[in-house]
């Protein structure tokens, strides 16, 4: 089970940090994301991170304010959020694979993902 915390709503400009614990599980060998949904769109990529931690892949339209980490030893992963725009106002979600432990690779397939957070809110106001 992944539980998702630390969304809420922010100005324009403003930050936040979303975390995502596991429990059942383990997060180490395996790749992570974050995807999120606005109303009325489809889910989508935000991040992921490398089962080792050495590689961050992040969409296009948050590369440079959002950053991935993870922290194995905590069964963690985090998404800090800088100069966060109203586009990005959705519900966020963390996943994480079941299978193919220690295989890097299609991060940015919501397919690749297993277990899923049950998703915490992000507003941004103008």
């Known amino acids: 089970q992944l539980q998702a915390s630390g969304g809420g709503l922010v100005q324009a400009g403003g930050s936040l940090r979303l975390s995502c614990a596991a429990s059942g599980r383990t997060f180490r060998g395996y790749d992570l994301g974050w995807f999120r949904q606005a109303p009325g769109k489809e889910r989508e990529f935000v991040a992921a991170i490398s089962w080792s931690g050495g590689s961050t892949y992040y969409a296009v339209s948050v590369k440079g304010r959002f950053t991935i980490s993870r922290d194995n030893a905590k069964n963690t992963v985090d998404l800090q959020m800088n100069s966060l725009k109203p586009e990005d106002t959705a519900v966020y979600y963390c996943?994480?694979?079941?299978?193919?432990?220690?295989?890097?690779?299609?991060?940015?397939?919501?397919?690749?993902?297993?277990?899923w957070g049950q998703g915490t809110q992000v507003t941004v106001s103008s």
């Open positions: 996943a994480a694979p079941r299978y193919n432990q220690y295989y890097s690779g299609d991060y940015y397939k919501s397919a690749k993902y297993d277990d």
